[in-house]
């Protein structure tokens, strides 16, 4: 379980396929704090370290993770977002995050806010998937490469967020243009509340 606030952004120092699935390894400031099996979200995506070595530490992503993720689209050198799995005794500063990303959304707009940047995200249309909760309300929860984020002016299939300095700054959001990929998460509450309608 994750809060979406992200310690800082990892860096990708090696990337090894291996048959459907690939070993990314990455370099960050707590890397001699993590343990094997201990779960890290990568731009929101729930992955176990398998190894530790040499200042660097491995996770791995099967098939049906990169199928989903924008993880597959990593190249060495790419930052990507990581948050430790939250800690049940402090505050709850972002919302529930599963680490468990929904699908990808592709970046369609960056405009500056006078001081904060708002960005607009499209993913697929797919009515059966919305009945099932995949949808963004106004002033609702998402979590966008694992950054927990407050939803503006959603659609059908886009929704828009504003970032601020720090977030833009200390994320991979730095990074983020029109035509990015990112991995949306949508409100698990909302999904449950959904299911329940259809009981």
Do not use: W
């Amino acid at each position: 379980m994750f809060s979406g606030i992200i310690e800082e952004f990892a860096t990708v120092t090696a990337i090894r396929k291996d048959r459907e699935n690939i070993d990314f390894t990455l370099k960050c400031s707590f890397v001699e704090e993590l343990k094997i099996d201990q779960s890290v979200a990568h731009n929101g995506v729930c992955l176990t370290v398998v190894a530790i070595e040499n200042g660097t530490y491995t996770v791995t992503a099967m098939k049906e993770t990169l199928d989903r993720t924008n993880l597959g689209l990593l190249k060495v050198g790419d930052k990507v977002n990581v948050e430790r799995s939250m800690l049940m005794n402090g505050r709850l500063d972002g919302h529930i995050v599963q680490g468990h990303v929904d699908e990808t959304a592709r970046c369609i707009a960056v405009e500056d806010a006078d001081g904060s940047t708002y960005f607009t995200f499209e993913y697929p249309e797919n009515r059966e998937m919305a009945l099932k909760g995949y949808f963004t309300v106004d002033k609702g929860s998402v979590t966008v490469n694992g950054v927990s984020l407050t939803v503006c002016n959603p659609t059908s299939n886009t929704f828009q967020v504003a970032i601020i300095p720090y977030t833009f700054e200390h994320t991979n959001f730095c990074d983020i243009r029109v035509g990015s990929v990112v991995n949306i998460e949508f409100d698990i509450l909302g999904k449950y509340i959904a299911r329940l309608q259809q009981i």
